[in-house]
């Protein structure tokens, strides 16, 4: 049964003996000594239960088993040697998918603007941005990324400042402002009904406000 890193060395030697026709030259190719190549072949020909190599003083050739073992192994060889060749593509060129946990906001104001540029720059990307405005735990759930506001992330996580600091405003109706008046100082705002934003623990996002320079919630 062929199993295990041991049999694809072996299958190695065998694929160079045969092509080199003797023990002797496939040793020196290998670096190995004759003795070690010969029970190499060997111990392969007593796993597999067959005779692989006919020998004699002078000559050295395939068996029907060793010509059916030489053309199986020659293809998958050349397989995995194309395969290795290809990676030389994922070195160069990025590519496969990278997917994007983002709010909506962020999606909107900060990767859209630059998906133009992305796509021109990275055309073998497919890129995956999904919305979720809740904290999503991005190695969990399979993400390469996430854009938060603010700069809390996961333990073992890096966080990078990817905009500038966003400003927000409060706003209200005029129909509001008659009702309840215009709000003079940030207290004020406690006797208005507000529109808040609930984080998925139940908190509420506290307004961050400034005033003459001391920062209030």
Not at 137 to 145: G, K, Q, S, T, V
């Amino acid at each position: 049964k062929m199993t295990g890193r041991e049999n694809y060395n072996d299958l190695h030697v065998f694929m160079l003996v045969a092509r080199e026709g003797s023990f002797t030259k496939a040793a020196a190719r290998l670096g190995l000594a004759q003795s070690g190549v010969s029970r190499t072949i060997r111990d392969l020909e007593a796993r597999l239960g067959v005779q692989l190599l006919m020998r004699t003083t002078r000559s050295l050739s395939l068996t029907q088993a060793g010509e059916q073992l030489y053309r199986t192994a020659q293809g998958c060889f050349q397989s995995l040697d194309a395969g290795l060749a290809t990676l030389a593509h994922y070195r160069d060129t990025p590519s496969g998918t990278v997917r994007i946990n983002a709010s909506q906001h962020a999606i909107d104001k900060v990767l859209l603007p630059k998906l133009t540029i992305f796509r021109q720059r990275y055309p073998d990307i497919r890129l995956e941005l999904i919305s979720e405005s809740r904290f999503v735990n991005i190695i969990d759930e399979r993400f390469d990324a996430g854009v938060r506001l603010g700069d809390e992330v996961d333990e073992g996580m890096v966080a990078v400042r990817i905009t500038p600091d966003l400003e927000m405003v409060m706003v209200a109706t005029p129909d509001h402002f008659l009702q309840y008046g215009f709000p003079q100082a940030p207290a004020d705002l406690a006797g208005h009904p507000c529109i808040a934003y609930q984080f998925a623990d139940g908190s509420l996002y506290q307004w961050e406000l400034w005033q003459e320079g001391k920062a209030i919630k």
